[in-house]
């Protein structure tokens, strides 16, 4: 019966959502660090290159993903199954052209076409979580042992994208911190709901140990502490109590020679 359930959602839903691309990729090939057009935010380096990437949050289709309130329904997933859920876990890039037709204030890039202005990249930003929360119901909710088992970042944007570690998020610097809060705190209509959710600094973190941990990118914080959850608590749709867990991945760009 949940496996019906499971497969009758992906046909529903899952034929809406295009194939990754490189969510990085410049419009014009020029480094730029902050928002990115896909979503990412980008840091730079004293050579001008991007040194990293962190994604925009990737965020499950509640409307599946509410049948894991229930602890028990996880577990009893096959590999197979686990792994067809990211088919409603939606991106940044997927959701910009699904959005588009009905927020008219979301600008497209097309190929040729000038590079958006920072201002545009972020009313894309507000307008893509808009619409990602009220029209695909897709939310920050996730049930942390998927997140520990499948690896989400890989298959949704590619190979070089990753979960962040513990070691990456010690080796950012205050100012790092800092600007990952600038960036994410400039926007208009921060703290209106549901547009916050696509601001969270809490984001899942690869702890050493291997385990699941809370990375917090605030600045002058704990960067990195346990989660909330833990046991057969982590098989459960994690909500947090309106403060929930986002997923953004990494990628390390080496500079070119």
Known sequence: MRRGFLVSAFVLLAG?????????QPQ???????????????LGNAGGQASLELSAPLFPDARVFQQFQDGSVYPSLSGADRDA????????????PLCAPTHPAIKQ?????PPLTQAEIAT?????ARCAY???????????????????????LGADWRMPTE???????????????????????LNSFPIHFYYSLDIYVRAGDGELALGNLAPETDHVVPLPVSGAAMNELYLGNGKPIGLRCLRVISPAP
């Open 16 to 24: 809406c959502v295009e194939s990754p691309r490189d969510p990085g």
């Open 28 to 42: 014009d090939g020029a480094f730029r660090p902050g928002l990115q057009y896909a979503g990412a935010i980008a």
């Open 85 to 96: 859920l990211l088919d409603v876990v939606y991106t940044f890039e997927e959701l910009v």
């Open 109 to 113: 890039q097309g190929p040729g076409d």
């Open 124 to 128: 894309n930003y507000d307008e893509v």
């Open 134 to 156: 009220e029209d695909y119901g897709a939310k920050p909710y996730w049930v942390p042992q998927h997140v520990s088992d499948v690896d989400v970042c890989a298959s949704k």
């Open 167 to 189: 070691a990456d998020v010690a080796a950012f610097e205050e100012s790092d911190f800092a600007f990952f809060q600038s960036t994410l705190a400039a926007q208009p209509d």
